[in-house]
Nanobody, 126 residues
């Protein structure tokens, strides 16, 4: 069982930066692929980024490549998402997720993740 708690969301202006954190419980954090997903009002939940258990592999949705960076600190059981050059369209509730899955095939597939946080709101204004 893994419990996930996101933090770091807020209201920022376009072009600003924000760092999200996701604190995980449990002793096997490094065994899990971790992902960030987001859901904007009236839209489906979408993949943002994922990172393998050891942190050696990452995957990003095209619209965030070069702006967002996913990382993890397995010693601290914490996942991060550094978001730079934020755009209005990045406004959403951001969720972190954990799963045991084949990273190279399923990293972007939300159905493969077993555990989810409660979400943190990110609002980007003009």
């Amino acid at each position: 069982q893994v419990q996930l708690v996101e933090s770091g969301g807020g209201l920022v202006q376009a072009g600003d930066s924000l760092r999200l954190s996701c604190a995980a419980s449990g002793r096997t954090f490094s065994s899990y692929v971790m992902g960030w997903f987001r859901q904007a009002p009236g839209k489906e939940r979408e993949f943002v980024a994922a990172i393998s258990g050891p942190g050696s592999s990452t995957n990003y949705e095209d619209s965030v490549k070069g702006r967002f960076t996913i990382s993890r600190d397995n010693a601290k059981n914490t996942l991060y998402l550094q978001m730079n050059s934020l755009k209005l369209e990045d406004t959403a509730v951001y969720y972190c997720a954990a799963g045991i899955l084949r990273f190279s095939v399923y990293a972007a597939n939300s159905y493969r993740y077993s555990y989810w946080g409660q979400g943190t709101q990110v609002t980007v204004s003009s």
